[in-house]
């Protein structure tokens, strides 16, 4: 079964930055298929935040076009998200998963708080 792993998270100032990373078990689901990032703040519903496809192709919510960056390594079966200028709005849990349709068993997610 694929088992998605995310890391990076933690406490922030506004303005600063962070590095996420989500580590997918089994290659060739990782390799094949668009990979997404998603973000769910406190009592909000999970939204989309930035996808890659396997070719290397991204998309971004309107939200954080111009701050996020997103990237992958298929060696490393591993997705990026490099997340500046960072906002309190920001704040929330950030998942990775397929992408538009997240098929995957969400994995714990990676909490990000900025605050000052």
């Known amino acids: 079964q694929v088992q998605l792993v995310e890391s990076g998270g933690g406490l922030v100032q506004p303005g600063g930055s962070l590095r996420l990373s989500c580590v997918a078990s089994?290659?060739?689901?990782?390799?094949?298929?668009?990979m997404g990032w998603y973000r769910q703040a406190p009592g909000k519903q999970r939204e989309f935040v930035l996808s890659i496809a396997s070719a290397g192709g991204t998309t971004a919510a309107d939200s954080v076009k111009g701050r996020f960056t997103i990237s992958r390594d298929n060696a490393k079966n591993t997705v990026y998200l490099q997340m500046n200028r960072l906002k309190s709005e920001d704040t929330a849990v950030y998942y990775c998963n397929t992408y538009p349709r997240a098929f995957a068993p969400w994995g714990q997610g990676t909490q990000v708080t900025v605050s000052s």
């Open positions: 089994g290659s060739s689901f990782f390799s094949t298929n668009t």
